[in-house]
């Protein structure tokens, strides 16, 4: 005869195996490229900060830019890479889970730079190590495509390459 207890914890096994199976199919259903764009005009300015220029139009002009070589340096990764990283994207767009995973309770467009920047520290810290991950590829892909466009070398001082 089987017990209540066991009983319960294998509706509860069946229960996250299908809520696991159902986040899985609507993440491969996903347009990862929009997933991206809105995740990323959030979370570039957060981390680059003082890095971007004040002005209204140039800001966003330069984010957009930072955007696209985010987007040219994911298409060189592997398909591996890529798929996770799509992921990753799909996660931090869907309602449910942006709200659990960031605290951003809102749409991308309407996070302010505070709480995408709240939400970027405590994945930088956190204890689980996937979530710390998760940090590290955004500043990864962002801090590179930054500094990698020659425009924003004028900004840190670095004369660009010793021409030969």
């Not at 490229?33 to 809105?38: E, L, M, T």
């Not at 302010?112 to 520290?121: E, I």
């Amino acid at each position: 005869m089987t017990s209540r207890r066991t009983l319960l914890k294998t509706g509860l096994a069946g229960g996250i195996v299908l809520a696991a199976g159902g986040l899985a199919a609507t993440i491969a259903g996903r347009d990862a490229a929009a997933d991206r764009a809105g995740v990323l005009r959030a979370v570039i300015p957060a981390l680059l900060g003082d890095a971007l220029p004040a002005a209204r139009p140039a800001r966003g002009a330069a984010v957009e830019r930072c955007r696209e070589t985010v987007d040219a340096a994911i298409a060189g990764l592997s398909a591996a890479s890529r798929r996770e990283l799509d992921q990753l994207f799909a996660l931090l767009a869907m309602p449910p889970t942006r709200v659990a995973l960031t605290g951003v309770a809102g749409a991308w467009e309407s996070a302010s730079d505070a709480q995408v920047s709240a939400f970027l520290g405590r994945w930088r810290e956190h204890r689980v190590a996937l979530l710390q991950s998760g940090y590290q590829a955004l500043h990864d892909l962002v801090a590179g495509a930054w500094y990698s466009d020659p425009a924003s070398w004028t900004a840190i001082g670095y004369p660009g390459p010793i021409a030969l």
